[in-house]
């Protein structure tokens, strides 16, 4: 069976492939149940089902999307999802792997939040997810190392890299001047040695867009001439877009005030959600000060026990914003009974969160496309990729301190921050399951689903026996 674009569908311009709808509905469950480990291990499980596993889509292409969504407001990996989705099913596919990505998280973590606001079963989440937030170190260890091996192929990236790494991890340069930067180090690297800066996994003899590469890709890098999007259609997409993400929040606005709990989510979140870059990580600290100090809605500890959910569930890990969503509105519930409003709410913060991801990417992928073969792009855009590579190390950094030690403190030495992890507050148990998730992963080569399973019943067992 092939696929087919409905009218309407804009999607890319390639030929049918054989990759039905059923086919991508399946992968892409798949895929939504094992994106565990926040961006990085998201990114790093649709790598390996997509590119190395089906071979739907090449290197080239999957970083090519990938430094589009990087620049993105948003949550990255979800708008990997969306725009890969598209390539090959059009408006249809777009939809259907983005909301794909989105259910599991979202039903687990609302599942989570009834549990915690209105029976405190803290003890029981917390022994179920015992297990599996150190095994996500390895997921992530996974991404750095698959990502890298052909992001860097030569010194010049690999430097790149590794001052984009400094740069956030040691100096907090904001996400946004670390890709300019990236950007313009590879637009005149790309004039100065050309060899150094050409995309990564090039294969002179591709075919056009839709045709397998040489490597038997059925999205390849062939760099066939796309027709420019009209703009009729980006007038389109926009006005759709911007109607379904606030049109909701401006009906709630005209009929209940600006004092109402879901105008108050509705319009925060929607504003969050354009100045997420650089992923969750970088915007949680802002979610977290204004939701805690400035509306009230939840306490430090609730905070991090919300985030602490996010991790550990799969899905992206701004998904922490539903379980605000939900505290805040099960606690000023009006007239409506608090569960309900609580399930409410956290559909609201979910659905302004994640709207304007779509609309970016139905907006933006077909300009990308036409661009792709543009040369003179090539280097900024490979460079961006090596950044990306940094980018990733420092989430898998940050997360595995996190993770091992319960007290992680910070110094600074002039503009330069260093994390100081107190090792008195070493979690052995939870270094012993990293360590043997390392090892199913690299070694012995196991599923991510299977490895993180068992993960989860050995920190379960470990935490209801000992730490309980």
């Known amino acids: 069976m092939t696929a087919r674009h409905a009218p309407g569908d804009h999607g890319p311009d390639q030929p049918e492939h054989p990759v039905s709808l059923g086919d991508a509905f399946r992968v892409w469950g798949y895929v939504a149940l094992n994106s565990f480990g926040g961006p990085a291990g998201q990114i790093a499980v649709m790598h390996r089902v997509l590119v190395d596993g089906r071979r739907w889509i090449s290197e080239r292409r999957f970083l090519h999307a990938l430094n589009y969504c990087m ?44 549990l915690y606001a209105g029976y405190q079963e803290t003890d029981l989440v917390s022994a179920l997810f015992y297990g599996i937030k150190p095994a996500v170190i390895a997921v992530v260890a996974a991404a750095v190392v698959r990502v890298g091996r052909r ?96 049109g909701p929040v401006l009906m709630l606005l005209a009929l209940f005030g600006a004092s109402d709990i879901f105008v108050q989510q509705g319009l925060f979140f929607s504003g969050a959600a354009l100045v997420t870059f650089g992923g969750a990580y970088a915007v949680l600290a802002y979610i977290a000060q204004q939701a805690v100090e ?47 409003a609580g399930v409410l709410g956290a559909v609201l913060v979910t659905w302004v969160t994640f709207v304007p991801s779509f609309l970016w990417i139905f907006l933006g992928a077909p300009y990308l496309e036409y661009l792709r073969g543009k040369r003179a792009l090539s280097g900024a855009l490979s460079a961006i990729t090596a950044a990306v590579v940094g980018v990733i190390l420092n989430l898998a950094l940050w997360f595995s301190l996190h993770t091992l030690f319960a007290t992680v403190g910070q110094t600074r030495i002039g503009h330069v921050r260093l994390y100081t992890p107190d090792p008195s507050t070493l979690d052995l148990a939870a270094l012993a399951i990293a360590g043997l998730a390392l090892i199913a992963i690299f070694l012995l080569r196991w599923p991510i689903l299977r490895t993180l399973a068992l993960s989860a019943v050995a920190g379960a067992l470990y935490y209801l026996t000992i730490v309980a």
């Open 151 to 246: 992001a860097l192929p030569n010194r010049s990236l690999a430097a790149i890299a590794l001052g984009a790494f400094v740069a956030i991890f040691f100096l907090e340069v904001p996400f946004p001047l670390v890709v300019l930067a990236a950007a313009l180090a590879g637009f005149v690297g790309s004039h100065l040695s050309p060899g150094r800066f050409a995309p990564v996994d090039v294969h002179p003899t591709a075919q056009a867009v839709g045709a397998a590469s040489p490597a038997g890709h059925l999205l390849g890098d062939g760099a066939a001439q796309q027709p420019r999007p009209p703009l009729r259609r980006a007038i389109a997409v926009l006005s759709v877009g911007l109607l379904l993400w606030l």
């Open 294 to 340: 400035t509306f009230g809605w939840l306490s430090p500890t609730e905070m991090l026990d919300g985030l602490g959910m996010a991790e550990t569930t799969p899905g992206p890990l701004i998904m922490v914003v539903q379980f605000v969503g939900f505290l805040a509105a099960f606690r000023s519930p009006g007239a409506l009974d608090p569960m309900v």
């Open 71 to 114: 620049l993105l407001p948003g949550p990255e990996a979800h708008q990997l999802a969306v725009y890969i989705g598209w390539l090959l099913h059009g408006l249809r596919g777009g939809l259907m792997a983005g909301l794909l990505f989105i259910l599991p998280g979202f039903l687990s973590i609302l599942a989570l939040s009834v």
